[in-house]
Protein backbone atom coordinates (compact mmCIF):
# COMPACT_ATOMS: atom_id res chain seq x y z
CA UNK A 1 0.00 0.00 0.00
CA UNK A 2 2.68 2.56 1.00
CA UNK A 3 4.73 1.22 -2.09
CA UNK A 4 1.78 2.15 -4.34
CA UNK A 5 1.29 5.70 -2.65
CA UNK A 6 4.91 6.46 -3.03
CA UNK A 7 5.28 5.63 -6.64
CA UNK A 8 2.50 7.88 -7.15
CA UNK A 9 3.92 10.92 -5.45
CA UNK A 10 6.98 10.15 -7.27
CA UNK A 11 5.46 10.33 -11.01
CA UNK A 12 3.30 13.28 -10.07
CA UNK A 13 6.52 15.04 -8.82
CA UNK A 14 8.41 14.54 -11.63
CA UNK A 15 5.85 15.43 -14.98
CA UNK A 16 3.85 17.83 -13.07
CA UNK A 17 4.82 21.80 -12.54
CA UNK A 18 5.88 22.38 -8.95
CA UNK A 19 1.89 22.88 -8.05
CA UNK A 20 1.18 25.20 -4.95
CA UNK A 21 -1.22 25.28 -2.87
CA UNK A 22 -3.01 27.38 -0.92
CA UNK A 23 -2.06 25.74 2.52
CA UNK A 24 1.38 26.22 1.48
CA UNK A 25 1.35 29.98 0.49
CA UNK A 26 -0.28 29.80 4.04
CA UNK A 27 2.70 28.14 5.50
CA UNK A 28 5.55 30.02 4.11
CA UNK A 29 3.03 33.68 4.94
CA UNK A 30 3.30 32.54 8.64
CA UNK A 31 7.38 31.18 8.59
CA UNK A 32 7.78 35.27 6.99
CA UNK A 33 5.45 36.66 9.45
CA UNK A 34 3.26 38.25 6.76
CA UNK A 35 -0.16 38.12 7.38
CA UNK A 36 -2.15 37.85 4.02
CA UNK A 37 -6.37 37.88 3.51
CA UNK A 38 -8.05 35.39 1.59
CA UNK A 39 -7.70 37.45 -1.93
CA UNK A 40 -4.12 37.26 -1.39
CA UNK A 41 -3.68 33.68 -1.10
CA UNK A 42 -5.62 32.91 -4.02
CA UNK A 43 -4.06 35.32 -6.29
CA UNK A 44 -0.59 34.37 -4.89
CA UNK A 45 -1.33 30.39 -5.13
CA UNK A 46 -2.12 30.95 -8.78
CA UNK A 47 1.06 33.33 -9.76
CA UNK A 48 3.45 31.32 -7.62
CA UNK A 49 2.64 28.21 -9.78
CA UNK A 50 3.68 30.15 -12.87
CA UNK A 51 6.56 32.03 -11.38
CA UNK A 52 8.07 28.47 -9.42
CA UNK A 53 7.04 26.69 -12.98
CA UNK A 54 9.83 29.44 -14.51
CA UNK A 55 12.26 28.77 -12.18
CA UNK A 56 12.94 24.83 -13.43
CA UNK A 57 14.99 26.23 -15.84
CA UNK A 58 17.50 26.24 -13.52
CA UNK A 59 17.05 22.13 -13.26
CA UNK A 60 19.21 22.47 -16.32
CA UNK A 61 22.58 24.65 -15.54
CA UNK A 62 25.63 22.53 -15.06
CA UNK A 63 27.45 22.31 -11.55
CA UNK A 64 29.69 25.34 -11.67
CA UNK A 65 32.71 25.84 -10.07
CA UNK A 66 32.20 28.70 -7.74
CA UNK A 67 35.91 30.59 -7.49
CA UNK A 68 34.76 33.54 -4.83
CA UNK A 69 37.85 35.72 -4.93
CA UNK A 70 36.54 36.37 -1.07
CA UNK A 71 38.92 38.21 1.53
CA UNK A 72 38.32 39.86 4.88
CA UNK A 73 38.09 42.92 5.83
CA UNK A 74 39.17 43.74 9.12
CA UNK A 75 39.51 47.05 11.00
CA UNK A 76 40.97 47.90 14.61
CA UNK A 77 38.17 48.16 16.90
CA UNK A 78 37.77 51.30 17.63
CA UNK A 79 35.15 53.71 19.48
CA UNK A 80 33.86 56.14 16.99
CA UNK A 81 31.27 58.29 17.54
CA UNK A 82 27.64 56.65 16.49
CA UNK A 83 23.84 57.73 16.62
CA UNK A 84 23.23 59.10 20.08
CA UNK A 85 20.35 57.01 22.38
CA UNK A 86 17.89 59.48 21.07
CA UNK A 87 18.87 59.33 17.15
CA UNK A 88 18.48 55.71 17.59
CA UNK A 89 15.33 55.38 19.13
CA UNK A 90 13.93 58.75 17.32
CA UNK A 91 11.90 56.68 15.15
CA UNK A 92 10.69 53.98 17.05
CA UNK A 93 6.72 53.59 17.56
CA UNK A 94 7.31 53.07 21.59
CA UNK A 95 9.91 53.82 24.21
CA UNK A 96 10.51 53.65 27.41
CA UNK A 97 13.51 54.73 29.26
CA UNK A 98 15.40 55.06 26.77
CA UNK A 99 14.77 51.66 25.24
CA UNK A 100 12.65 50.01 22.61
CA UNK A 101 9.46 48.78 23.63
CA UNK A 102 8.54 45.12 21.31
CA UNK A 103 5.34 43.77 21.45
CA UNK A 104 4.63 41.30 24.58
CA UNK A 105 6.25 37.65 23.88
CA UNK A 106 3.18 35.68 24.94
CA UNK B 1 8.76 72.92 -9.18
CA UNK B 2 5.73 71.41 -10.71
CA UNK B 3 5.87 67.90 -10.07
CA UNK B 4 3.89 66.86 -13.36
CA UNK B 5 4.91 63.18 -13.57
CA UNK B 6 4.98 61.77 -9.73
CA UNK B 7 8.65 61.86 -10.08
CA UNK B 8 9.22 62.62 -6.40
CA UNK B 9 7.74 61.28 -2.98
CA UNK B 10 9.32 64.07 -1.04
CA UNK B 11 10.52 67.64 -2.34
CA UNK B 12 12.88 69.35 0.19
CA UNK B 13 16.61 70.24 0.03
CA UNK B 14 19.82 69.86 1.18
CA UNK B 15 22.55 72.89 -0.05
CA UNK B 16 25.61 71.32 -1.61
CA UNK B 17 28.80 73.03 -0.23
CA UNK B 18 29.32 76.28 -2.00
CA UNK B 19 32.33 76.88 -1.71
CA UNK B 20 32.82 73.43 -3.66
CA UNK B 21 34.27 73.94 -7.57
CA UNK B 22 34.07 71.03 -10.14
CA UNK B 23 31.66 69.75 -12.37
CA UNK B 24 29.08 69.21 -10.22
CA UNK B 25 29.49 72.58 -8.41
CA UNK B 26 25.83 74.19 -8.47
CA UNK B 27 24.10 70.99 -9.80
CA UNK B 28 20.97 70.06 -8.64
CA UNK B 29 20.36 66.25 -7.76
CA UNK B 30 17.12 63.89 -7.56
CA UNK B 31 17.88 61.22 -4.69
CA UNK B 32 16.24 57.58 -5.10
CA UNK B 33 13.91 57.39 -1.68
CA UNK B 34 15.57 54.10 -0.70
CA UNK B 35 18.80 56.00 -0.10
CA UNK B 36 19.24 57.80 3.57
CA UNK B 37 19.06 61.52 3.92
CA UNK B 38 19.23 63.06 7.44
CA UNK B 39 16.59 64.92 8.67
CA UNK B 40 14.22 63.67 5.06
CA UNK B 41 12.14 61.17 5.34
CA UNK B 42 13.37 57.67 3.68
CA UNK B 43 10.01 55.62 2.27
CA UNK B 44 11.34 53.16 -0.04
CA UNK B 45 7.95 54.31 -1.37
CA UNK B 46 6.26 51.87 0.72
CA UNK B 47 4.04 52.04 3.72
CA UNK B 48 6.32 50.44 5.99
CA UNK B 49 8.31 53.26 5.69
CA UNK B 50 6.21 56.31 5.00
CA UNK B 51 7.43 58.28 8.30
CA UNK B 52 10.95 57.12 8.45
CA UNK B 53 13.08 60.11 9.05
CA UNK B 54 16.93 58.86 8.83
CA UNK B 55 18.98 60.41 11.55
CA UNK B 56 22.37 60.14 9.28
CA UNK B 57 23.16 61.07 5.32
CA UNK B 58 24.41 58.00 3.22
CA UNK B 59 27.60 58.20 1.54
CA UNK B 60 27.10 59.06 -1.63
CA UNK B 61 24.41 62.20 -0.51
CA UNK B 62 27.24 63.55 1.68
CA UNK B 63 29.78 62.73 -1.35
CA UNK B 64 27.80 65.00 -3.50
CA UNK B 65 26.43 67.80 -1.46
CA UNK B 66 30.55 68.02 -0.25
CA UNK B 67 31.18 68.36 -4.45
CA UNK B 68 28.63 71.17 -4.16
CA UNK B 69 25.43 69.22 -5.86
CA UNK B 70 21.98 70.16 -4.11
CA UNK B 71 19.83 67.76 -3.46
CA UNK B 72 16.31 68.53 -4.82
CA UNK B 73 14.15 65.67 -3.56
CA UNK B 74 13.32 62.01 -3.54
CA UNK B 75 12.22 60.12 -6.10
CA UNK B 76 9.32 57.89 -6.49
CA UNK B 77 10.13 54.26 -6.83
CA UNK B 78 9.21 50.95 -7.12
CA UNK B 79 8.50 49.06 -3.46
CA UNK B 80 11.92 48.60 -1.82
CA UNK B 81 13.26 48.65 -5.47
CA UNK B 82 11.37 45.30 -6.21
CA UNK B 83 9.44 46.09 -9.56
CA UNK B 84 10.33 47.07 -13.25
CA UNK B 85 7.78 49.98 -13.87
CA UNK B 86 7.69 51.97 -10.61
CA UNK B 87 3.85 51.01 -10.14
CA UNK B 88 4.43 48.95 -7.08
CA UNK B 89 4.96 52.36 -5.47
CA UNK B 90 3.09 53.03 -2.64
CA UNK B 91 3.04 56.84 -3.19
CA UNK B 92 1.63 55.81 -6.78
CA UNK B 93 3.08 55.49 -10.61
CA UNK B 94 5.57 58.06 -12.22
CA UNK B 95 4.66 58.70 -15.46
CA UNK B 96 7.25 58.71 -18.78
CA UNK B 97 7.84 62.29 -19.59
CA UNK B 98 8.64 60.83 -23.29
CA UNK B 99 5.27 59.55 -22.89
CA UNK B 100 2.62 60.39 -19.93
CA UNK B 101 0.61 57.16 -20.61
CA UNK B 102 3.67 54.66 -20.24
CA UNK B 103 5.57 53.69 -17.33
CA UNK B 104 9.01 55.40 -16.96
CA UNK B 105 10.41 52.00 -16.06
CA UNK B 106 11.62 50.90 -12.53
CA UNK B 107 12.44 50.30 -10.05
CA UNK B 108 14.15 54.23 -10.55
CA UNK B 109 11.82 55.51 -12.11
CA UNK B 110 11.37 58.57 -10.46
CA UNK B 111 15.14 59.47 -10.74
CA UNK B 112 15.09 58.94 -14.43
CA UNK B 113 11.96 60.64 -15.07
CA UNK B 114 13.36 63.77 -13.00
CA UNK B 115 16.07 63.97 -15.24
CA UNK B 116 14.15 63.42 -18.52
CA UNK B 117 12.09 66.22 -17.18
CA UNK B 118 14.55 68.70 -16.36
CA UNK B 119 13.63 68.36 -12.66
CA UNK B 120 17.58 67.81 -11.72
CA UNK B 121 20.56 67.70 -13.36
CA UNK B 122 21.57 64.22 -12.04
CA UNK B 123 19.59 61.90 -10.09
CA UNK B 124 20.39 59.07 -8.04
CA UNK B 125 19.23 55.21 -8.50
CA UNK B 126 19.97 51.89 -7.35
CA UNK B 127 20.54 49.24 -9.95
CA UNK B 128 19.83 45.56 -7.94
CA UNK B 129 18.40 43.43 -11.40
CA UNK B 130 18.44 46.58 -13.73
CA UNK B 131 16.40 49.24 -12.00
CA UNK B 132 18.99 52.38 -12.88
CA UNK B 133 19.42 51.22 -16.45
CA UNK B 134 15.78 50.17 -17.14
CA UNK B 135 14.43 53.59 -16.40
CA UNK B 136 17.14 55.53 -18.36
CA UNK B 137 16.06 53.15 -21.36
CA UNK B 138 12.85 54.02 -20.95
CA UNK B 139 13.11 57.68 -20.46
CA UNK B 140 15.99 58.40 -22.71
CA UNK B 141 18.77 59.38 -20.27
CA UNK B 142 21.65 57.82 -19.77
CA UNK B 143 21.82 55.35 -16.40
CA UNK B 144 25.34 53.53 -14.83
CA UNK B 145 25.74 50.46 -12.62
CA UNK B 146 29.12 50.42 -11.56
CA UNK B 147 30.77 47.50 -10.56
CA UNK B 148 30.10 45.84 -7.84
CA UNK B 149 32.81 47.60 -4.95
CA UNK B 150 33.45 50.33 -6.39
CA UNK B 151 30.66 52.51 -5.32
CA UNK B 152 29.50 52.64 -0.85
CA UNK B 153 26.38 51.23 -0.53
CA UNK B 154 26.01 52.91 3.00
CA UNK B 155 23.01 54.33 3.77
CA UNK B 156 20.81 52.37 1.06
CA UNK B 157 18.34 50.92 2.62
CA UNK B 158 19.28 46.73 1.42
CA UNK B 159 17.01 44.71 -0.97
CA UNK B 160 19.44 42.51 -1.91
CA UNK B 161 23.04 43.33 -1.01
CA UNK B 162 25.38 41.03 -3.08
CA UNK B 163 23.84 42.40 -6.46
CA UNK B 164 23.05 46.19 -6.04
CA UNK B 165 24.95 49.54 -6.25
CA UNK B 166 23.84 52.66 -6.75
CA UNK B 167 24.55 54.63 -10.10
CA UNK B 168 24.05 57.91 -11.46
CA UNK B 169 21.19 58.56 -14.31
CA UNK B 170 22.17 62.02 -16.09
CA UNK B 171 21.06 63.75 -19.28
CA UNK B 172 24.44 62.90 -20.90
CA UNK B 173 27.12 60.13 -20.76
CA UNK B 174 29.83 63.00 -19.28
CA UNK B 175 27.43 64.02 -17.07
CA UNK B 176 26.25 60.69 -15.93
CA UNK B 177 30.40 59.99 -15.40
CA UNK B 178 31.28 63.02 -13.98
CA UNK B 179 28.91 62.14 -11.22
CA UNK B 180 30.46 58.83 -10.90
CA UNK B 181 33.46 60.09 -10.02
CA UNK B 182 32.38 61.93 -7.27
CA UNK B 183 30.54 58.82 -5.72
CA UNK B 184 33.04 56.10 -6.44
CA UNK B 185 35.82 55.34 -3.71
CA UNK B 186 36.13 53.35 -0.95
CA UNK B 187 34.30 53.47 2.19
CA UNK B 188 35.09 52.45 6.21
CA UNK B 189 31.27 52.14 6.53
CA UNK B 190 30.89 49.60 3.62
CA UNK B 191 33.32 46.53 3.87
CA UNK B 192 32.57 45.56 0.03
CA UNK B 193 34.16 48.72 -1.27
CA UNK B 194 36.87 48.62 -3.46
CA UNK B 195 40.01 51.04 -3.85
CA UNK B 196 40.21 51.30 -7.62
CA UNK B 197 44.06 52.17 -7.36
CA UNK B 198 45.02 48.78 -5.64
CA UNK B 199 43.32 46.65 -8.45
CA UNK B 200 46.07 46.07 -11.33
CA UNK B 201 45.52 47.90 -14.71
CA UNK B 202 43.57 50.76 -13.40
CA UNK B 203 44.74 54.40 -13.65
CA UNK B 204 44.59 55.90 -9.87
CA UNK B 205 44.27 59.66 -11.28
CA UNK B 206 42.04 58.25 -14.00
CA UNK B 207 38.55 60.55 -14.67
CA UNK B 208 35.23 58.95 -15.69
CA UNK B 209 34.12 61.93 -17.09
CA UNK B 210 37.17 62.25 -19.21
CA UNK B 211 36.49 58.82 -20.76
CA UNK B 212 33.49 60.38 -21.90
CA UNK B 213 35.72 61.19 -25.84
CA UNK B 214 34.13 59.63 -28.32
CA UNK B 215 36.69 57.27 -29.23
CA UNK B 216 35.82 54.07 -30.56
CA UNK B 217 38.52 53.63 -32.72
CA UNK B 218 40.26 50.43 -32.32
CA UNK B 219 37.27 48.59 -29.94
CA UNK B 220 35.89 45.86 -30.25
CA UNK B 221 32.26 45.39 -29.49
CA UNK B 222 30.64 41.58 -28.89
CA UNK B 223 27.42 40.71 -29.79
CA UNK B 224 25.31 37.80 -28.18
CA UNK B 225 22.92 36.29 -29.80
CA UNK B 226 21.37 35.44 -26.55
CA UNK B 227 20.52 39.18 -25.68
CA UNK B 228 18.88 39.66 -29.50
CA UNK B 229 16.92 36.93 -29.53
CA UNK B 230 13.32 37.60 -28.42
CA UNK B 231 13.49 41.20 -28.23
CA UNK B 232 11.17 43.87 -29.70
CA UNK B 233 12.16 44.26 -33.88
CA UNK B 234 11.98 47.85 -33.15
CA UNK B 235 13.92 47.80 -30.74
CA UNK B 236 16.58 45.31 -32.25
CA UNK B 237 16.32 47.38 -35.30
CA UNK B 238 17.54 50.93 -33.31
CA UNK B 239 20.22 49.07 -31.15
CA UNK B 240 21.59 47.74 -34.71
CA UNK B 241 21.39 50.74 -36.01
CA UNK B 242 23.31 52.34 -33.24
CA UNK B 243 26.29 49.41 -33.25
CA UNK B 244 26.85 50.28 -37.31
CA UNK B 245 27.49 54.04 -36.25
CA UNK B 246 30.08 53.03 -33.78
CA UNK B 247 31.55 50.32 -36.82
CA UNK B 248 31.47 53.42 -38.98
CA UNK B 249 33.90 55.48 -36.40
CA UNK B 250 36.50 52.51 -36.59
CA UNK B 251 34.66 49.88 -33.60
CA UNK B 252 34.89 46.40 -34.54
CA UNK B 253 32.05 43.91 -34.10
CA UNK B 254 32.41 40.02 -33.13
CA UNK B 255 29.44 37.91 -32.71
CA UNK B 256 30.10 36.17 -28.83
CA UNK B 257 28.11 33.78 -27.12
CA UNK B 258 26.60 33.66 -23.49
CA UNK B 259 24.62 30.65 -23.10
CA UNK B 260 24.52 30.78 -19.57
CA UNK B 261 22.54 34.59 -19.85
CA UNK B 262 19.01 32.24 -21.00
CA UNK B 263 18.94 30.95 -17.03
CA UNK B 264 19.96 34.63 -15.56
CA UNK B 265 17.02 35.56 -15.09
CA UNK B 266 15.88 33.04 -13.11
CA UNK B 267 18.83 32.63 -11.16
CA UNK B 268 18.66 36.52 -10.83
CA UNK B 269 14.85 36.45 -8.66
CA UNK B 270 16.25 33.56 -6.81
CA UNK B 271 18.77 35.24 -5.09
CA UNK B 272 17.31 38.71 -4.84
CA UNK B 273 13.94 36.99 -2.95
CA UNK B 274 15.92 34.98 -1.00
CA UNK B 275 18.30 37.91 0.15
CA UNK B 276 14.48 39.89 0.23
CA UNK B 277 13.31 37.62 2.75
CA UNK B 278 16.50 38.10 5.01
CA UNK B 279 16.47 41.85 4.51
CA UNK B 280 12.75 42.84 5.30
CA UNK B 281 12.69 40.82 8.28
CA UNK B 282 13.87 43.63 10.00
CA UNK B 283 10.95 45.34 9.25
CA UNK B 284 8.83 44.15 12.51
CA UNK B 285 7.66 47.97 13.63
CA UNK B 286 9.90 47.91 16.82
CA UNK B 287 13.00 50.48 15.87
CA UNK B 288 11.28 52.62 13.08
CA UNK B 289 8.53 51.86 11.00
CA UNK B 290 5.02 51.05 10.92
CA UNK B 291 3.71 49.33 13.58
CA UNK B 292 -0.03 47.74 13.94
CA UNK B 293 -2.11 48.46 16.80
CA UNK B 294 -1.77 44.56 17.58
CA UNK B 295 -2.96 43.12 20.80
CA UNK B 296 -1.68 39.99 20.18
CA UNK B 297 1.44 38.20 20.76
CA UNK B 298 4.95 38.69 19.61
CA UNK B 299 4.49 36.53 16.45
CA UNK B 300 0.96 37.75 15.36
CA UNK B 301 2.34 41.39 16.01
CA UNK B 302 4.97 41.30 13.71
CA UNK B 303 2.44 39.18 10.93
CA UNK B 304 0.14 41.96 11.39
CA UNK B 305 2.76 44.63 11.19
CA UNK B 306 3.93 43.35 7.75
CA UNK B 307 0.33 43.79 6.19
CA UNK B 308 1.26 46.81 5.01
CA UNK B 309 4.22 45.89 2.49
CA UNK B 310 2.34 45.63 -0.93
CA UNK B 311 1.69 42.66 -2.62
CA UNK B 312 4.88 42.59 -5.29
CA UNK B 313 7.33 42.62 -1.94
CA UNK B 314 4.94 40.16 -0.14
CA UNK B 315 5.22 38.03 -3.03
CA UNK B 316 9.04 38.59 -3.08
CA UNK B 317 9.63 37.83 0.49
CA UNK B 318 7.26 34.81 0.34
CA UNK B 319 9.15 33.03 -2.92
CA UNK B 320 12.42 33.78 -1.27
CA UNK B 321 11.18 32.27 2.37
CA UNK B 322 10.30 29.14 -0.25
CA UNK B 323 13.50 29.12 -2.07
CA UNK B 324 15.37 28.75 1.22
CA UNK B 325 13.03 26.09 3.27
CA UNK B 326 14.41 22.61 3.95
CA UNK B 327 13.27 20.52 1.18
CA UNK B 328 13.86 23.81 -1.54
CA UNK B 329 17.19 25.06 -0.35
CA UNK B 330 19.32 22.62 -2.69
CA UNK B 331 16.85 22.58 -5.61
CA UNK B 332 16.23 26.50 -6.69
CA UNK B 333 18.67 28.85 -3.76
CA UNK B 334 21.92 26.37 -4.56
CA UNK B 335 21.44 25.83 -8.70
CA UNK B 336 20.59 29.50 -8.68
CA UNK B 337 24.29 30.51 -7.45
CA UNK B 338 25.38 28.07 -9.80
CA UNK B 339 23.77 29.59 -12.76
CA UNK B 340 25.48 32.84 -10.99
CA UNK B 341 29.15 31.63 -11.25
CA UNK B 342 28.66 30.36 -14.60
CA UNK B 343 27.26 33.88 -15.90
CA UNK B 344 30.43 34.90 -14.61
CA UNK B 345 32.82 32.56 -16.41
CA UNK B 346 30.44 33.32 -19.26
CA UNK B 347 31.22 36.98 -19.37
CA UNK B 348 34.98 35.92 -18.31
CA UNK B 349 35.50 34.45 -21.58
CA UNK B 350 34.08 36.77 -23.79
CA UNK B 351 36.52 39.62 -22.56
CA UNK B 352 39.01 37.42 -23.05
CA UNK B 353 38.12 38.51 -27.22
CA UNK B 354 36.46 41.82 -26.84
CA UNK B 355 36.46 45.07 -25.08
CA UNK B 356 32.57 45.66 -24.46
CA UNK B 357 29.20 43.76 -24.97
CA UNK B 358 26.48 45.54 -26.29
CA UNK B 359 22.40 44.74 -26.67
CA UNK B 360 19.25 45.99 -26.03
CA UNK B 361 18.48 47.26 -22.45
CA UNK B 362 15.07 46.18 -22.63
CA UNK B 363 14.17 43.96 -24.87
CA UNK B 364 10.57 45.78 -24.93
CA UNK B 365 9.62 49.58 -25.37
CA UNK B 366 8.13 51.06 -22.32
CA UNK B 367 4.82 48.99 -21.22
CA UNK B 368 1.73 51.13 -20.96
CA UNK B 369 0.49 52.04 -17.42
CA UNK B 370 -1.08 49.20 -16.01
CA UNK B 371 -0.09 46.47 -18.93
CA UNK B 372 2.25 44.43 -16.71
CA UNK B 373 0.88 44.96 -13.12
CA UNK B 374 -0.94 41.88 -12.33
CA UNK B 375 1.26 39.49 -14.48
CA UNK B 376 4.66 39.26 -12.51
CA UNK B 377 6.17 37.25 -13.76
CA UNK B 378 5.97 39.01 -17.74
CA UNK B 379 7.46 41.69 -15.69
CA UNK B 380 10.17 39.42 -14.24
CA UNK B 381 11.10 38.48 -18.01
CA UNK B 382 11.85 41.74 -19.01
CA UNK B 383 14.53 41.82 -17.05
CA UNK B 384 16.42 38.95 -19.10
CA UNK B 385 19.21 41.94 -20.40
CA UNK B 386 19.80 43.76 -17.24
CA UNK B 387 19.99 40.78 -14.76
CA UNK B 388 23.03 38.88 -15.87
CA UNK B 389 25.32 42.04 -15.51
CA UNK B 390 24.15 41.98 -11.26
CA UNK B 391 25.16 38.33 -11.38
CA UNK B 392 28.15 38.95 -12.82
CA UNK B 393 29.11 42.14 -10.70
CA UNK B 394 30.03 44.25 -13.74
CA UNK B 395 29.40 47.60 -15.00
CA UNK B 396 27.20 48.20 -17.38
CA UNK B 397 25.83 51.77 -18.72
CA UNK B 398 22.62 52.12 -20.69
CA UNK B 399 22.42 55.19 -23.49
CA UNK B 400 20.13 56.70 -25.56
CA UNK B 401 20.29 54.43 -29.21
CA UNK B 402 17.24 56.38 -30.79
CA UNK B 403 13.60 55.80 -30.89
CA UNK B 404 11.07 53.57 -32.27
CA UNK B 405 7.53 54.68 -32.99
CA UNK B 406 8.12 57.60 -31.14
CA UNK B 407 9.24 55.84 -27.97
CA UNK B 408 12.64 55.62 -26.44
CA UNK B 409 14.93 52.94 -27.12
CA UNK B 410 18.51 52.46 -24.76
CA UNK B 411 21.63 50.20 -25.93
CA UNK B 412 23.28 48.23 -22.71
CA UNK B 413 27.25 48.61 -22.70
CA UNK B 414 28.66 46.01 -20.68
CA UNK B 415 32.36 46.32 -19.65
CA UNK B 416 34.52 43.85 -17.33
CA UNK B 417 35.12 44.51 -13.95
CA UNK B 418 36.05 48.30 -12.71
CA UNK B 419 35.75 48.67 -16.85
CA UNK B 420 33.84 51.65 -16.07
CA UNK B 421 36.32 53.67 -18.90
CA UNK B 422 35.62 51.66 -21.57
CA UNK B 423 31.74 51.75 -21.45
CA UNK B 424 31.36 55.23 -20.59
CA UNK B 425 34.00 56.01 -23.79
CA UNK B 426 32.16 53.70 -25.95
CA UNK B 427 28.58 54.95 -24.91
CA UNK B 428 30.00 58.78 -25.17
CA UNK B 429 30.49 57.79 -29.06
CA UNK B 430 26.76 56.65 -29.60
CA UNK B 431 25.33 59.48 -27.92
CA UNK B 432 27.55 61.42 -30.29
CA UNK B 433 26.55 60.13 -33.84
Redesign the interface.
Known amino acids: MSDTSESTDDAGGDDAAPAVDADEVRHVAELARVRLDDEEVAAFTDQFGDILDSFEALDEVPETDREEDLINVMREDEIEEGLTQEEALSNAAETEDGFFVGPKVS | MADDHNAFITEATIDGDADADGPLADATVAVKDNISTAGIRTTCGSEMLA???P??SATVVDRLTDAGATVVGKTNMDEFGMGTTTETSAFGPTRNPADPERVPGGSSGGSAAAVAAGEADVALGSDTGGSVRCPAAFCGVVGIKPTYGLVSRYGLIAYANSLEQIGPIAGTVEEAAAALDVIAGPD?ND??TRDVSEIDGADPDGSYAAAADGDVDGLTIGIPAELFDGADERVVETVEAAIADLEARGAETAEISLP?V??AV??Y??IAMAEA?SNL?RF??????H?SE?D?????????T??A?G?EV??R???G???L?AGYHD??YE?????R??VR?DFDEAFEAVDVIASPTMPVLPFELGESLED??RM??ADANTTPVNLANLPAISVPAGEADGLPVGLQLVGPKFGEETVIRAASAVEER
Open positions: DYVPYPGTSEHQAYVSADGVRYGRSGNWNESFAEREFPKRILLTYASKYKAQDAAWQPLYL
